[in-house]
């Protein structure tokens, strides 16, 4: 009898062995084919080997911070998954896409509040059903999302006024505009305050020729604010009615790989993490989850069709902590 058992005992760890063997390699296995998949769908191909290897790692490094990401989520929460960005490594996304040093800071310049003392606001604001919205950008590798978010600001600020949605050059500001470094970052408070004080003529898009050629023709901005509102978002939200699109500084490092939902965990909101800044052109409270329409410049490749919802009232990402709102002349 006992050597039966220790016969089946035997049988059963060896059985183990060669069941459990073939799980544990399978796992890198599947990662890698997961990979080749994600090369065919985002049309990358890496044929020097070492840059192969080095992208497969950081594309592992992402399949697990989307399942941490996506562990919370619930009806209407954002959702994490491959996006472009998901073979590179954190860092890398940061140094390619986002700036390190976009510290806050809050010039104001308002002569008066034009938008009425009203107790409430509307439910839903969103600008682009009111053609008050460009295209959506693709800023690549240049890190101008400061001239971006600005720029985008005035080509609505403009649109409402003129009813003409019009683009701007944001070319010419990233030639142009003192105190910032070009594609290697700058701030939104810090251009505005420079347009205004030297009253720069925002030429259009079509008419800029490049090198800082100065146009007689353009957009000029009249007044804006620039604010730190956390704790205050209504007040975001009667700006969003009542004046328009906003432009806000803020924490992107979790959009890395973000597809969609409103962002409402996993994005902190510390005045000193803000790397990227991005336009909100409106704002949803009758959903499950209320939230901004965040619009950014990553391409229409990127979250839904270039749009990112971020969650109200709780300083996610820390959307409260630069805020800009302007007119134009
Ligand atoms: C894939 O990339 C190649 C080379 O950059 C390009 O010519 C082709 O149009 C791309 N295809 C798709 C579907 O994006
Ligand atoms: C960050 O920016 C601030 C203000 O522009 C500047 O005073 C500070 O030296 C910068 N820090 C680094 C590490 O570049
Ligand atoms: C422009 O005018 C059209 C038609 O009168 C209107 O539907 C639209 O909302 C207006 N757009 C802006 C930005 O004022
Ligand atoms: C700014 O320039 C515009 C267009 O040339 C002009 O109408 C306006 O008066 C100027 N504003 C100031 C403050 O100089
Ligand atoms: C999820 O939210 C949508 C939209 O608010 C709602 O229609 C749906 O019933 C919700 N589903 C669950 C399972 O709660």
Same mark, same amino acid.
């Given at each position: 009898m006992a050597s039966w058992s220790t016969y089946l005992q035997a049988i059963f760890y060896i059985a183990l062995? /060669? /069941?459990? *063997?073939?799980?544990r390699i399978k796992g890198p296995d599947q990662a890698e084919s997961q990979f080749q998949e994600y090369l065919k769908r985002f049309n990358k191909t890496y044929d020097d080997p070492s840059v192969y #290897?080095?992208?497969?790692?950081?594309? $592992? #490094? @992402?399949?697990?911070? *989307?399942?941490?990401?996506?562990? $919370? $989520?619930?009806?209407?929460?954002a959702l994490y998954g491959l996006t472009k960005f998901s073979d590179l490594l954190p860092e890398e996304f940061f140094q390619t896409y986002l700036q390190s040093n976009l510290s806050q800071k809050t010039h104001s310049n308002e002569p008066k509040r034009h938008h009425h003392k009203r107790a409430t606001v509307p439910n839903k604001v969103d600008w682009r059903e009111k053609n008050a919205v460009t295209r959506i950008y693709n800023q690549g590798s240049c890190g101008a999302c400061w001239?971006?978010?600005v720029i985008e600001t005035v080509? @609505?600020?403009n649109a409402i006024k003129t009813n003409k949605s019009e683009e701007l050059s944001v070319q010419e500001i990233i030639d142009c505009a003192g105190n910032n470094k070009g594609c290697n970052g700058g701030d939104i408070c810090t251009l505005l305050s420079w347009i205004k004080a030297t009253n720069f003529t925002i030429q259009r898009h079509a008419d800029y020729g490049g090198k800082c050629g100065r146009g007689s023709a353009g957009v000029h901005v009249r007044d804006f604010m620039c604010e730190g509102l956390v704790g205050s978002e209504d007040v975001m939200l009667r700006l969003l009615a009542d004046n328009g699109p906003l432009a806000v500084a803020i924490n992107a490092q979790t959009w890395q790989n973000y597809i969609g939902?409103? *962002?409402?965990?996993?994005?902190?909101?510390?005045?000193? $993490?803000?790397?990227?800044?991005? #336009? *909100?052109?409106?704002?949803?409270?009758t959903a499950s989850i209320p939230h901004y329409i965040v619009r950014n410049t990553w391409g229409v490749d990127f979250g839904d069709g270039g749009f990112l919802y971020i969650a109200v009232d709780k300083n996610m990402c820390g959307i409260a902590n630069e805020v800009s709102a302007l007119r134009v002349l």
């Amino acid at each position: 009898m006992a050597s039966w058992s220790t016969y089946l005992q035997a049988i059963f760890y060896i059985a183990l062995l /060669f /069941f459990v *063997i073939p799980i544990r390699i399978k796992g890198p296995d599947q990662a890698e084919s997961q990979f080749q998949e994600y090369l065919k769908r985002f049309n990358k191909t890496y044929d020097d080997p070492s840059v192969y #290897q080095n992208r497969l790692h950081a594309f $592992k #490094q @992402s399949l697990q911070t *989307i399942e941490t990401l996506n562990s $919370k $989520k619930r009806n209407g929460s954002a959702l994490y998954g491959l996006t472009k960005f998901s073979d590179l490594l954190p860092e890398e996304f940061f140094q390619t896409y986002l700036q390190s040093n976009l510290s806050q800071k809050t010039h104001s310049n308002e002569p008066k509040r034009h938008h009425h003392k009203r107790a409430t606001v509307p439910n839903k604001v969103d600008w682009r059903e009111k053609n008050a919205v460009t295209r959506i950008y693709n800023q690549g590798s240049c890190g101008a999302c400061w001239a971006y978010s600005v720029i985008e600001t005035v080509e @609505s600020m403009n649109a409402i006024k003129t009813n003409k949605s019009e683009e701007l050059s944001v070319q010419e500001i990233i030639d142009c505009a003192g105190n910032n470094k070009g594609c290697n970052g700058g701030d939104i408070c810090t251009l505005l305050s420079w347009i205004k004080a030297t009253n720069f003529t925002i030429q259009r898009h079509a008419d800029y020729g490049g090198k800082c050629g100065r146009g007689s023709a353009g957009v000029h901005v009249r007044d804006f604010m620039c604010e730190g509102l956390v704790g205050s978002e209504d007040v975001m939200l009667r700006l969003l009615a009542d004046n328009g699109p906003l432009a806000v500084a803020i924490n992107a490092q979790t959009w890395q790989n973000y597809i969609g939902g409103v *962002i409402e965990y996993h994005c902190d909101g510390d005045p000193s $993490k803000l790397n990227h800044a991005v #336009q *909100i052109v409106g704002y949803d409270l009758t959903a499950s989850i209320p939230h901004y329409i965040v619009r950014n410049t990553w391409g229409v490749d990127f979250g839904d069709g270039g749009f990112l919802y971020i969650a109200v009232d709780k300083n996610m990402c820390g959307i409260a902590n630069e805020v800009s709102a302007l007119r134009v002349l």
